[in-house]
């Protein structure tokens, strides 16, 4: 599986950017999908995850009300919707496919990762 993430960039404070990760391969449809964040001098951390009957969890408190994750499976696609962006949300965000259906928070949890893309808010 092979999983490829974009819709990076540079925005404004309260703009707002579309996140997508397309997997190809071996596609596991039936396994969780996740988002995960790295700023720079800080640890991984997990946003958003989506299970394969598509509900979603969040891990981060701070993007609840902001940041919503779907997926439309037969495009294998995952999307990560992140508005009212703050100057904290910057950094490196990650997919990954979990290896079962309910992908918990922990990246332990996560076997396939995109490469990154990018996010910088300025303010």
């Known amino acids: 599986v092979q999983l490829q993430a974009s819709g990076g960039g540079l925005v404004q404070a309260g703009g707002s950017l579309r996140l997508s990760c397309a997997s190809s391969?071996?596609?596991?449809?039936?396994?969780?999908v996740g988002w995960f964040r790295q700023a720079p001098g800080k640890e991984r951390e997990s946003v958003l995850v989506?299970?394969?009957?598509?509900?979603?969890?969040y891990c981060a408190d701070s993007v609840k009300g902001r940041f919503t994750i779907s997926r439309d499976i037969a495009k294998n696609t995952v999307y990560l919707q992140m508005n009212s962006l703050k100057p904290e949300d910057t950094a490196v965000y990650y997919c990954?496919?979990?290896?079962?259906?309910?992908?918990?928070?922990?990246?332990?949890?996560?076997?396939?990762w995109g490469q990154g893309t990018q996010v910088t808010v300025s303010s």
């Open positions: 989506i299970s394969w009957k598509g509900a979603s969890t």
């Open positions: 391969g071996r596609t596991a449809s039936n396994n969780a």
């Open positions: 990954a496919t979990a290896r079962g259906p309910y992908g918990g928070c922990s990246s332990l949890g996560y076997m396939y």
